[in-house]
């Protein structure tokens, strides 16, 4: 697996293959059948690799409001878009924001942005919107792990 240990911002794309609901706390997210953008942050110990090999995995303590989603029988992760030391968390969820459907509330507690998780209905609009506006390496996901799918773009 082709993950950087150095810290960055992240997008995951994934499939919800049926309708599904996500309970955190008092709050309950519910995901329609559909494709997803979740978007984060890791400059801690270990990166972008050790978050994203946390987010991948299915058996895990539940931390994050994202790993409520990453546990979930209905997650089908497709692809991991790197934007390498690069702290553009926010700016990333308002690009997806301005072509995808918010998860009102979900995954943006520590900031003021309305969401960090996204409906996108026209995965390939966002993707050349992305590629436009920030350096970022796609990868995709197989059942094994992550692959190098594309080379980094400026």
Not at 47 to 72: E, N, Q, Y
Not at 84 to 112: H, I, M, R, Y
Request: glycine fraction near 10%; charged fraction near 25%.
């Amino acid at each position: 697996m082709n993950l950087p240990e150095n810290g960055g911002s992240y997008c995951i794309v994934f499939e919800v293959d049926s309708l599904s609901f996500i309970t955190r706390g008092k709050r309950k997210f519910s995901l329609k059948e559909g494709t997803y953008v979740y978007v984060g942050s890791a400059f801690g110990a270990g990166g972008l690799r050790k978050r994203i090999l946390r987010h991948l995995k299915r058996k895990k303590s539940k931390h994050w409001h994202f790993d409520f989603v990453t546990t979930h029988s209905s997650f089908k992760p497709l692809e991991v878009w790197l934007f390498e030391g690069q702290k553009v968390e926010c700016e990333l969820a308002s690009l997806v924001g301005k072509v995808a459907e918010p998860v009102n509330g979900f995954g943006s507690t520590d900031c003021s942005c309305p969401s960090h998780l996204f409906k996108v209905e026209d995965i390939s609009l966002l993707k050349r919107m992305v590629r436009s506006s920030f350096n970022v390496k796609i990868l995709k996901v197989f059942d094994e792990g992550v692959e190098n799918g594309s080379k980094s773009c400026s």
